[in-house]
């Protein structure tokens, strides 16, 4: 396995963002739900830097742009956003996806003419109550509490990204007596091409301070008759360019070998024992949450074509006989976060009905977190920590008190 960790840079070192604010006005929305938009949305502009820019996209029936082209700057743009968000009122049926599509034509206008080392995000916040379009909806979690404030906290992430456009890049040794045959990063996009058929190079794109991203590598090595001391059998390079902003224009080489150029390689000992060798704890641990990122994706499969939950329930059953089965005393918080989240999947498939209303989107969070090694709020009696950060952790007992203070 091969695990990179984003550096604890000082504040002024983290990107500039670009953020597109996608609200829905439609009738759904009406009464408490605009009132729980209204509170979120003052959480989220009290916390955007003078550096960052914002346009705000409203949708009902269709987009408003709002005279947002492109995004603006929002220390010159305080007030007349908020005076915008305060003005917004819920009316019309509901289109998410010409609201996405208006936010996605700003940003990608951004990205054509502005500085490519900001990082940019599209925040939207809907009932899911499509009845316009084609767009696969989600549904909410009822009236006002403070999932919606506590949601938008992910702010932080991207209020803190220390590295820009990683990638990595795996480079088998032409003397190692071994065939890579599978390599693991979630859904992050993998180059493996077929003129260079055993380089592999996965892009990870922006990380957060404390953020990480875990590749695991799977390998068949020929037998061995004796014991061999460990060996470099693939190097790992690496590229990534540091955040624009006023205090920092640097930017890293196109690609590194290593730390000062030294270059990094994954070493790989051997002995002629026919027993298998104990696997990393650590190894272990990241197969078992992937593992139950498979089992949520089939969960979801059986359900939407069932239409009933019972299939749902015996691939539930069988991922948590398999987690229950697992010895990891130093892994104690993967492990309860893990019996967690599948403990309130458990909560979602009572019946089809409650799937749809709050399983369905409470697993695509799951997956979407496990597949990109991202932390996302989920909802859920037990909260499920997974790449929680402490910048996170912060903003959520921001938000808390925030939603404190509008009831």
Known sequence: MVKFTAPETPS???????????????????????????????????????????????FSSEPHTNGYNAPKPFDENKKDAKKLVDGLHAKGDTNIEEGLRAAIKILDK???????????????????????????????EGEVTNYLTKAFASLALYRSISVMGLKVTLIPKEEAKFTIVKVDAGDYHIDHPKDSPTSWTIHFGDLAREENRRILIELKL????????????IQVKYAYTYPANKKNSKE????????????????????????????????????????????????????????KVDGAKLKLSTAKNELSGLDDPKGEFVLDALHAELGNIGDFLKSYDVYKKLGRAYMLSCLSSHRRQRYTERGGVDGVP???TK?????????????KSTK
């Open 222 to 233: 020929l037998g061995v008759s004796k014991e061999e001391d460990p060996k470099p059998v």
């Open 110 to 140: 951004g990205r054509r003419g502005w500085d490519k080392k900001r990082a940019s995000c599209i925040f939207l916040m809907s009932d899911g109550v499509q009845n316009r379009g084609v767009y696969h909806h989600v549904l909410d």
């Open 12 to 58: 002024g070192d983290t990107a500039e963002v670009d953020f597109v604010f996608v609200l829905d006005t439609s009738g759904s929305m009406g009464g408490s739900r605009l009132k729980q938009m209204h509170a979120a949305m003052d959480f989220v502009l009290g916390k955007l830097g003078d550096n960052d820019k914002i346009a705000i996209v409203n």
């Open 252 to 307: 890293r080489p196109e690609e590194m070998e290593g730390p000062n150029n030294h270059p990094l390689f994954i070493r790989i000992g051997r002995d002629d024992a026919k027993a298998s060798p104990d696997m990393d704890p650590d190894v272990k641990r990241e197969e078992a949450r992937n593992k139950q990122a498979d089992y949520i994706e089939e969960m979801l499969k059986l359900a939407d074509k069932e239409k």
């Open 386 to 388: 997974l790449f929680l």
């Open 391 to 403: 910048r996170l952790t912060k903003y959520h007992d921001h938000a808390d008190k925030h939603h």
